[in-house]
């Protein structure tokens, strides 16, 4: 059975000053979310304007190989007289060239190809 008690206290008028603070925090509540939404919507701007204005994902580095278009590159490398090329190895534009000198012994020697010049020479010897 319903209590008429509980249901004449529902359908009675606010007091005036409650409603009054009612009307301010809706107030409160409006300004705050259109300010979080205001806010929001800068983000997703920055967001959008940042990854139009960013470099490519693979920019050309700087020391790569420049040679006109349909042309192949060429250069000498020069390696001692009887010496012979037991492997090689590219990483960018450094070559890495594994020899067999003439004396029997190994040495690698790294080149750069950008700039046609021999950057290093390592001997490998046993202990």
Partial sequence: MARPD?????????????????????RFMAINLSLLFLALMVVIAAIVYKSRKAPPANPALSGDVQKPAGEPASADIVLPVGAKVVSQSLSGDRLSIDAELADGSRAIFVYDIAERRLIGRFAIRNK
Avoid at 6 to 26: N, S, T, Y
Wanted: proline fraction near 10%.
């Fill in 6 to 26: 509980a249901d004449e206290e529902q359908e009675k008028p606010l007091d005036p000053e409650v409603d009054k603070l009612r009307g301010k925090l809706i």
